[in-house]
């Protein structure tokens, strides 16, 4: 182990001790964002209903697809690829958002993107209300394959702390970097079957559909929830991406970690 990935991993570990006052931030985040509004956070869980319900009347019309199995697989999507594409977002400007804290305490700085990753998980907790709903009414049995939810969720936390600490330093040195990664999202929407289904698309199409990381992230987590097993490959995928992105990010962030706070 390197000197740097060494100072990632104390950095880490530090933040995981005081994870009281990571939560306390991401918490505060959210009651300041939606201060003196009557239903708080569900105000954005309103708002996806809204678009699921709209999204899944059209499109399955469009797409000729039965209503009942099509609405259940859009809703659930939109639950979590927010989650996803909040993580990245937000993990861009982790420490821009936190520099007035920066400045005056010494925290680990992992512990500002720990506070953006709770804080997307409160909200995301918040969306999730809308699954059991949709499955509910369209009848959708849960079967034990949905406990499998639970480490599809860690996978994308883990992921997510490894492009926070990317990005967010990135970020921080370089200022076109939100504005880039977030158009580069909405394009990576749109590549992965977010609003299609898969099974609409060509084999040879699939193949290449099977590149996609974002694809991988989204199926491992959405398939339990529709009572289907996750494919293999789409695990392997997201175990190589953590793997793959730790390997790379650990001397990465441990290098200039120090150097971040002069940047803001």
């Given amino acids: ?15 995981a001790q005081v994870w009281r006052i990571w939560v306390m931030l991401g918490t505060t985040d959210i009651l300041k964002r939606y201060r003196r509004s009557r239903i708080g956070p569900f105000w954005i869980t309103a708002s ?3 678009l699921v319900a709209g999204l899944g009347i059209v499109y399955s019309s469009i797409f000729v697809m039965p209503i009942g199995e099509y609405l259940p697989y859009v809703a ?5 690829w927010g989650f996803i594409a909040a993580l990245v977002n937000e993990g ?11 400045r005056h305490f010494r925290l680990p700085k992992s512990a500002y ?3 953006v990753i709770y804080r997307n998980l409160l909200l995301t907790a918040h969306n999730f209300l809308i699954i059991p709903v949709v499955l509910l009414v369209f009848a959708i049995p849960v079967r034990p394959v949905i406990v499998l939810v639970i480490p599809a969720l860690i996978l994308i936390v883990l992921n997510g702390l490894w492009i926070g600490l990317l990005l967010g ?17 909405q394009i990576v929407f749109f590549m992965t ?3 299609f289904h898969t099974k609409q698309l060509s084999p040879s199409v699939q193949s290449v559909l099977d590149f996609n990381p974002f694809a991988a992230f989204l199926a491992i987590a ?6 289907n097993m996750p494919r293999a490959q789409d695990v392997i995928v997201a175990v190589a991406c953590l793997c793959l992105g730790w390997l790379i990010v650990l001397p990465f962030f441990g290098k200039f970690r120090d150097r971040i706070v002069y940047w803001l």
């Avoid at 959405?222 to 009572?227: E, I, K, M, T």
Wanted: aromatic share 8%.
């Fill in 222 to 227: 959405r398939d339990p929830l529709l009572g």
């Fill in 76 to 80: 659930v999507n939109f639950v979590i």
């Fill in 113 to 115: 993107v720990l506070r």
């Fill in 48 to 50: 996806m209903a809204v």
């Fill in 169 to 185: 330093t990135l970020s921080a040195r370089f200022r076109d970097v939100p504005q880039t990664v977030q158009s580069v999202m």
């Fill in 193 to 195: 079957p977010v609003v």
């Fill in 1 to 15: 182990m390197t000197g740097y990935a060494k100072k990632s991993i104390d950095d880490i570990t530090k933040a």
């Fill in 92 to 102: 861009c400007t982790a420490f821009l958002e936190s520099e007035s804290y920066m």
